[in-house]
């Protein structure tokens, strides 16, 4: 039973924008691009309803650019693509890293490569997003599986787009992104939204910071404090420099920043079994089939855990460690070839038998992931 | 000066502080965007503006973000310099022709030495025919791009072609700055480190070759019948103070009972353009005012308009997590093309025991004989309420929904017909399966 009196059919992209106007956007630019056109189409019309910005770009690489002038100029900006259009937006997704300016790109994914099944669904994209920047930086990419979480992961990403000053994914998929669904509108969470920590008092210099892992304070272009930013090395003032010691301290801060956060960046949910010998790991549309699977799994006797993936990037390491516990065995449930977050998993999970349920061209189906437990 | 001896750059540098002086700006509301190439080491030179470096080709793309974001959220008036060189024109035209388009108010000044400088002298799409470079030595067999002319498609508001040289350029400089609306300023300049060795150029050279090209020089379009980009918006789409609420959307849960105790997956299909979508919404809306949890989701093929239309509905009293069908309770066909394309997706294979069919009469004879409800939908609705009269028949076979439930859907919808399809709604709730 579902009986908010705001219980409305809404799609994953609608609940996206909801959370993006929770958040405090104000400027969007888009290019149509399936499965994620609905985003482009009703942020065009609820910002422009407003007498915000809402500007159709030629292409994804202007989008992108116009968010990033935006935000530069200190307006929340977002942009949404899906697969072929964030291959075009990478090189400006990098700038907005090294140039610490905060953005949002919604990237729903549909099956690849090319054109691929532009109505199809399919999680493809994981690792470029996780791995779009040059340089091993960190890369924030949260993953909604349903409606709800699509709002409240939006207001997350532009958060610590806020926060940490950098550039942030939302990772959606067609299946997420597309389906409606009967959601209480009245009954979303109350994620509490953050603006990025303005500069104060003289001598500002746009990207110093005095710890490693400190964001700089943020200062507008065209307001009282002089910016200086480049995409390009530099240094602390953000000039232009090669490899002198202080740029290449500015260029790990780019990470430190993100790394000591990664605790309070990554979200999971769970459905924990103490004396589970297998854990069932997935995100995104998969997840639910996940939870489904190991529903199942346990009316049918066995001792299995669920984690879901709100977060793929930072890794969310060491909650999936302490959810992993004793267990033996961990199955990651994704939809593309050779397990593309299983990989990245290899690594935080050592000494963990990691197998894949893996699938193309169609969701995977509870009955599949159920038969590899 | 991070420029070699006799490079253009240095001189556009002074002739656009000496505007900047002319115009007598706050340097806070002034930014400067640049370029990669050797255009882009000019920021340093600027210490009292924003200086932005960005990436090859798309400062135009920055900046216009950054101007539209000033005038339209904040209190306006911000001036944007965009420097860029050939290379910076050649790979981002689709940057500056957009802004053209739109009239940003923003200033491009075009460092056009007709090569590549930083990377080793290639030749651009600026390279004018026979110009020699490192990669066109026998000199370019390609004629440049008139940025005139682009300018001119673009309905551009401000262009203007200039030597480096050229004692007027600082006054043209600031004329563009002060152009409301986007404005371009070409300078033709040499390269003294590819360009000149390679072609034996100096500055009267350089005068004569814009002269044999064609190009004129001086201000060459300055139009005032286009209104810049954020005023039009800003008309178009007047600041509210309170935030728009949400699309209008349907009444909300709860006033219908159902009479369903597990999931119910239910396919419908036809043809593009009758309707099948709307019934499937319709469906769900049902299911929504019977404070039922469901799904919906839409397929058709790569275009749409052509072809097969197809929904899935899942309706549940409890969270749904999988959404999709693998075995459907009841699938609705209501046209050959729908029946094709759950065919292919096996549907009716795969269909629950005890899962029900409903079909236009028109289709019984495609399926397996007693398969099916067959039912004149087509006939006694019309196409386009044809699905929507399936799903009325499903709610009255099953008694899953109230019939309330969906004429309260079917009013929902709105729009000039609602009345026809409450009517075949009404009509449908009457329809019984054709003789056998």
């Known amino acids: 039973m579902i009986a908010g009196a705001e219980v409305r059919l809404r799609s994953g992209n609608q609940m996206v924008v909801e959370g993006a106007l929770r958040a405090g956007c104000r400027f969007f630019s888009g290019y149509p691009i399936t499965p994620a056109s609905e985003i482009y189409r009703e942020m065009t019309q609820r910002l422009q309803g407003r007498g915000d910005v809402a500007v159709g770009a030629p292409d994804e690489i202007s989008a992108l650019c116009y968010c990033i002038g935006a935000s530069q100029r200190g307006v929340k900006a977002m942009t949404a693509t899906s697969g072929p259009g964030w291959a075009l937006m990478i090189e400006a997704f990098q700038y907005a890293l090294m140039a610490e300016t905060p953005v949002v790109v919604v990237v729903v994914q549909r099956l690849g490569p090319s054109t691929g099944g532009a109505t199809q669904g399919a999680q493809g994209d994981v690792l470029l997003a996780g791995f779009a920047t040059s340089g091993g930086y960190t890369v924030p990419v949260f993953a909604p599986s349903t409606p709800a979480e699509c709002f409240a992961l939006t207001v997350h990403a532009f958060n610590w787009s806020e926060a940490l000053r950098t550039p942030v994914v939302l990772l959606s998929d067609k299946e997420v992104a597309m389906t409606y669904e009967a959601v209480d509108l009245g009954a979303l969470p109350d994620v509490p939204v953050w603006t990025r920590r303005p500069a104060s008092g003289d001598g500002y210099r746009a990207v110093a910071f005095t710890t490693p892992d400190e964001v700089p304070p943020f200062a507008p272009l065209g307001g009282p404090r002089k910016v200086t930013l480049t995409g390009s090395a530099h240094n602390k003032d953000g000039w232009l420099r090669k490899n002198d010691p202080e740029t290449l301290e500015v260029l790990r801060h780019l990470e430190a920043k993100v790394a000591a956060r990664a605790a309070d960046l990554t979200l999971v949910t769970e459905d924990l079994d103490a004396g589970a010998d297998t854990v069932v790991v997935s995100y995104g549309i998969t997840a639910r089939a996940a939870r489904e699977a190991v529903r199942a799994a346990r009316a049918a006797g066995r001792r299995v855990s669920f984690v879901g993936l709100l977060t793929l990037f930072p890794v969310p390491a060491a909650a999936l460690r302490a959810a992993v516990g004793g267990a033996r065995r961990v199955v990651v449930a994704e939809e593309n070839l050779g397990g593309l977050y299983r990989r990245v998993l290899a690594g935080a999970l050592p000494g963990v038998e990691l197998s894949s349920v893996n699938k193309l061209g169609g969701m995977i189906r509870p009955a599949e992931i159920l038969e590899a437990l | ?436």
């Open chain 2, 1 to 436: 000066m991070p420029y070699c001896r006799g490079c253009g750059h240095g001189l556009v540098a002074r002739r656009l502080d000496e505007a900047l002086g002319r115009l007598g700006l706050d340097a806070r509301r002034v930014v400067l965007t640049t370029d990669i190439g050797c255009v882009g080491l000019v920021d340093p030179l600027f210490p009292a503006l924003h200086t932005v470096h960005t990436i090859h080709g798309r400062s135009t793309a920055v900046a216009a973000g950054a101007v539209l974001a000033d005038a339209l959220c904040t209190e306006g008036g911000l001036k944007n310099i965009v420097m860029l060189g050939d290379g910076g024109a050649t790979i981002g035209l689709l940057h500056l022709t957009q802004a053209a388009l739109m009239n940003v108010d923003l200033t491009v000044l075009l460092h056009n030495n007709m090569l590549y400088g930083m990377t080793g002298g290639q030749h651009s799409a600026l390279t004018p025919e026979g110009f020699a470079t490192s990669t066109t030595l026998e000199g370019n067999w390609l004629p440049a791009l008139d940025m005139e002319q682009v300018l001119r498609g673009c309905h551009g508001g401000f262009y203007a072609r200039q030597l480096a040289t050229d004692r007027e350029l600082g006054a043209v400089i600031a004329e563009a700055v002060e152009f409301p609306g986007f404005a371009l300023v070409e300078i033709l300049e040499l390269c003294t480190g590819f360009g000149v060795p390679l072609n034996e150029l100096d500055g009267r050279r350089l005068r004569a070759m814009a002269q044999a090209e064609g190009k004129q020089l001086g201000v060459r379009i300055r139009r005032t019948d286009r209104r810049p980009y954020h005023a039009l918006y800003r008309e178009r789409f007047p600041m509210r103070a309170a935030a728009s609420p949400p699309p209008a959307s349907a009444t909300s849960a709860g006033p219908f009972a159902h009479r369903l105790e597990r999931a119910l997956g239910v396919v419908v299909a036809g043809s593009a353009g009758e309707r099948v979508q709307t019934a499937a919404a319709v469906l769900a809306q049902a299911a929504v005012l019977s404070g039922l949890h469901c799904v919906q989701k839409n397929d058709y093929p790569v275009t749409v308009g052509s072809g097969f239309s197809l929904s899935e509905v899942k309706l549940s009293p409890v969270p749904i997590l999988y959404t999709g069908i693998d075995a459907p309770d009841a699938v609705l066909l209501v046209s050959a093309d729908g029946l094709r394309e759950v065919k292919g997706r096996g549907d009716l294979e795969r269909l629950a025991p005890e899962g029900l069919v409903i079909v236009d009469e028109s289709l019984a004879g495609a399926l397996p004989p007693g398969r099916a409800l067959a039912v004149p939908l087509r006939r006694a609705l019309s196409a386009d309420a044809a699905a929507l009269g399936a799903v009325a028949l499903l709610v009255e076979r099953t008694g899953a929904l109230e019939r309330g439930a969906v004429l309260a859907a079917v009013d929902a919808l709105g729009g000039a017909d609602a009345g026809r399809l409450r009517a075949a709604v009404e009509a449908a709730f009457g329809l019984r399966p054709a003789a056998a």
